[in-house]
């Protein structure tokens, strides 16, 4: 089953329901989908996530062992 026709099939099922509760749920859904937790983030946070991802693709990364190792001494 491709995209549109899930599209059509969940319209169809959404104009034939009369349960405003079943609406008000799928409303929830679909506007909670839209807000990315990206864009809740403040920049700093989106920096520093940005650099820890940056320091892994440059292969710098620790061991979880070696790391508590490390720090519990």
Do not use: P
Request: glycine share 4%.
């Amino acid at each position: 089953m491709n995209i549109q026709t899930v599209k059509l099939e969940l319209l169809r099922k959404i104009i034939n329901t009369e349960n405003l509760i079943v609406l008000e749920k799928i409303t929830r859904i679909i506007q909670n989908e839209k807000s990315d937790f990206w864009n809740k983030l403040s920049k700093e946070e989106q920096d520093e996530i940005i650099g820890g991802i940056e320091e892994l693709d440059n292969g710098e990364k620790y061991d979880y062992e070696e790391f508590i190792n490390k720090h519990l001494k």
